[in-house]
């Protein structure tokens, strides 16, 4: 993905030649200053190992679930291994499970949606609004049937959904709102925090987020039962009483369904002290994603992504673009080249819609034996699959984004730069084009 710094080597052939990846954030070369990691990380994470606080509900651990529980304004939250298992609790604690549907926006990342189907329920794909990239609440609405328990929603590159709507939506229908909130650390709507708003809310912190623990995550709610099955599913072992407030499930305690989604105690003693440092960067990051909005508005071609009223935008986990072929008079590719050889890392590649994806749109038989809710009728199931044109406004809209450098502490001017860069390249889309053809 553009915004992982995504090193990638192979080994020397004496140490087996094995691939190895490291996959945190990107700082972008002399324009920026920002160091994700620092000491005060290292010395936790240090001091941490030395008291072997490795395992379990450590005091570090409690104290990052209280902290988030007062940043989110929600009464319940768990920490847990990642993002995706985060949503997977989530999802159990809402009660998904065979044969429902779940409805997700088709531009999302595969992992919100994924734990559906180990819970044996059905993605459904909605469009995503053209100008906000976010879910389409009446294409969510039209897609809602009577198997329908709930709807995903991510507040993708840190732009936040229409909440009010979503809300009354859920209200009129009773589906269940899950909020995926691991672009949007820190963000709000009309002053309310994200992910405190739906029936729960989740978010990851891996490697290259806003919040790193390098991998981990976190369930918070409001919502007791939904705080109660996220526990049952993936906590086995923390302790009788430390967690559960009601009764409900306390015979199954401490083990719970005996599967283990417990975070790391060390990746959330990192993630304690980033959290210190997350409104500081959200700021320094605001400040140079809209001053260079601000620019582009008066550039023919280009379109910055359009917020909700009364959406702060936080986390800004991806700095995204609308791109008008026509209108720059030059191909979306040539673009970006341009831009990389001025220095800048520019991307064309969001993530892949998810209804695009073999798996999604071909279907698997996931449990073998024709089971599982992406069975085809070839597969002895009634999955419909998916196919080009099925989500046609998403797909537009889609293709024309484009991915510039995130800056995180960038340099006095360097916001300016590349907006320089950028006109540069659109003062010269011509003679560019003519160099293509
Ligand atoms: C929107 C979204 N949801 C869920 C996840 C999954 O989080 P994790 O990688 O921590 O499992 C990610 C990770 O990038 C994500 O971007």
């Given at each position: 993905?553009?915004?992982?710094?995504?090193?990638?080597?192979?080994?020397?052939?004496?140490?087996g030649?094995?691939?190895?990846?490291?996959?945190?954030?990107?700082?972008?070369?002399?324009?920026?200053?920002?160091?994700?990691?620092?000491?005060?990380?290292?010395?936790?994470?240090?001091?941490?190992?030395?008291?072997?606080?490795?395992?379990?509900g450590?005091?570090?651990?409690?104290?990052?679930?209280?902290?988030?529980?007062k940043?989110?304004?929600?009464?319940?939250?768990?920490?847990?291994?990642?993002?995706?298992?985060?949503?997977?609790s989530?999802?159990?604690?809402l009660?998904?499970?065979?044969?429902?549907?779940?409805?997700?926006?088709?531009?999302?990342?595969?992992?919100?949606?994924?734990?559906?189907?180990?819970?044996?329920?059905?993605?459904?794909?909605c469009?995503?609004?053209?100008?906000?990239?976010?879910?389409d609440?009446?294409d969510?609405?039209?897609?809602?049937?009577?198997?329908?328990?709930?709807?995903?929603?991510?507040h993708?590159?840190?732009h936040?959904?229409?909440?009010?709507?979503i809300?009354?939506?859920?209200e009129?229908?009773?589906?269940?709102?899950?909020?995926?909130?691991?672009?949007?650390?820190?963000?709000?709507?009309?002053?309310?925090?994200v992910?405190s708003?739906?029936?729960?809310?989740?978010?990851?912190f891996?490697?290259?987020?806003?919040?790193?623990?390098?991998?981990?995550?976190?369930?918070?709610?409001?919502?007791?039962?939904?705080f109660?099955?996220?526990?049952l599913?993936g906590?086995?072992?923390?302790?009788?009483?430390?967690?559960?407030?009601?009764d409900?499930?306390?015979?199954?305690?401490?083990?719970?369904?005996?599967?283990?989604?417990?975070?790391?105690?060390?990746?959330?003693?990192?993630?304690?002290?980033?959290?210190k440092?997350?409104?500081?960067?959200?700021?320094r990051r605001?400040?140079?994603?809209?001053?260079?909005?601000?620019?582009?508005?008066?550039?023919?071609?280009?379109?910055?992504?359009t917020?909700?009223?009364?959406?702060?935008?936080?986390?800004?986990?991806?700095f995204?673009l609308?791109?008008?072929e026509?209108?720059?008079?030059?191909?979306?590719?040539?673009f970006?080249?341009a831009?990389?050889?001025?220095?800048?890392?520019?991307?064309?590649?969001?993530?892949?819609?998810?209804?695009?994806?073999?798996?999604?749109?071909?279907?698997?038989?996931i449990?073998?034996?024709?089971?599982g809710?992406?069975?085809?009728?070839?597969?002895?199931?009634?999955?419909?699959g998916?196919?080009?044109?099925?989500?046609?406004?998403?797909?537009?809209?889609?293709?024309k984004?484009?991915?510039?450098?995130?800056?995180?502490?960038?340099?006095e001017?360097a916001?300016?730069?590349v907006?320089a860069?950028?006109?540069?390249?659109?003062?010269?889309?011509?003679?560019?084009?003519?160099?293509e053809?």
């Open positions: 993905m553009p915004e992982f710094d995504n090193h990638c080597d192979n080994l020397p052939a004496a140490l030649g094995a691939p190895v990846f490291v996959q945190t954030a990107e700082t972008q070369g002399k324009l920026d200053r920002w160091q994700q990691m620092g000491e005060d990380e290292a010395q936790l994470a240090y001091d941490m190992t030395l008291r072997n606080e490795l395992s379990g450590t005091p570090v651990v409690r104290e990052f679930e209280d902290e988030w529980r940043r989110t304004g929600t009464q319940f939250a768990i920490t847990t291994i990642n993002g995706t298992s985060a949503i997977h989530a999802m159990y604690g009660g998904i499970g065979p044969g429902d549907e779940v409805i997700t926006p088709t531009g999302n990342w595969i992992c919100s949606i994924a734990p559906a189907l180990m819970l044996m329920a059905r993605p459904v794909f469009e995503i609004d053209p100008k906000t990239l976010l879910i609440v009446e969510a609405r039209r897609k809602i049937t009577e198997r329908t328990k709930a709807i995903v929603l991510v993708l590159w840190g936040v959904c229409d909440m009010d709507a809300m009354k939506l859920s009129q229908t009773g589906v269940k709102i899950i909020e995926d909130c691991s672009h949007a650390h820190g963000a709000s709507y009309n002053g309310t925090p992910g708003i739906g029936h729960a809310g989740v978010w990851s891996q490697g290259s987020k806003p919040v790193s623990a390098g991998e981990g995550g976190i369930v918070a709610t409001n919502d007791v039962d939904v109660e099955r996220s526990c599913i906590q086995v072992n923390r302790k009788v009483g430390m967690d559960l407030v009601t409900k499930y306390r015979q199954l305690q401490p083990l719970g369904l005996g599967i283990k989604f417990r975070a790391h105690p060390v990746g959330i003693g990192i993630a304690l002290v980033q959290l440092k997350l409104d500081a960067l959200n700021a605001s400040q140079y994603i809209q001053t260079v909005e601000q620019a582009v508005k008066s550039i023919d071609g280009l379109e910055p992504i917020s909700h009223l009364g959406a702060q935008r936080g986390g800004f986990y991806g995204c609308h791109y008008d026509q209108k720059m008079g030059l191909s979306k590719q040539r970006l080249d831009l990389r050889q001025e220095g800048l890392q520019a991307y064309a590649e969001v993530y892949p819609l998810l209804h695009r994806l073999p798996l999604f749109a071909d279907g698997l038989d449990f073998t034996g024709g089971r809710p992406l069975c085809t009728p070839q597969m002895g199931g009634d999955y419909p998916y196919k080009e044109g099925d989500l046609p406004i998403s797909e537009k809209a889609w293709d984004l484009i991915m510039l450098p995130m800056l995180s502490d960038p340099i001017g916001a300016e730069n907006i860069a950028i006109r540069k390249i659109a003062q010269h889309a011509d003679r560019l084009a003519a160099v053809a």
